[in-house]
């Protein structure tokens, strides 16, 4: 992975990719219990709802509050996933599109 590519810039790129696709891409921090509330929340055209947690490669790290939040949503039955780049949250959606 580059050096200079931030999370930002997945986070960015992968925003206008799902965009593109005509999914929403949004960023949502609830309160008062936000922090580490996954980074997107996609809600697709097929009315499916999927939580992305983007991280850096092998560099970025989920933190105890992110990993509460990511239980939290699965033991609920949602979809959500920590993505380590753009191209595996990519395919993720990809998945829950067909």
């Known amino acids: 992975m580059n050096p200079s590519v931030t999370e930002n810039d997945i986070e960015q790129k992968f925003r206008l990719w ?4 005509g999914h929403l ?4 921090r609830p309160v008062p219990e936000g922090r ?3 980074d ?9 709802v999927v939580f992305i947690e983007l991280k850096r ?3 970025g790290r989920v933190s105890p509050h992110q990993e509460k939040w990511l239980n939290s949503l699965v033991s ?5 996933f920590i993505c380590r780049c753009f191209e595996e949250a990519e395919k993720i959606i990809i ?3 067909d």
């Open 40 to 48: 997107r929340t996609v809600v697709m055209s097929n009315g499916c």
């Open 25 to 28: 891409c949004l960023k949502l």
């Open 36 to 38: 580490g509330f996954p």
């Open 57 to 59: 490669g092998n560099r």
């Open 18 to 21: 799902c965009k593109s696709r």
């Open 76 to 80: 609920r039955g949602c979809n959500a």
């Open 95 to 97: 998945n829950f599109e």
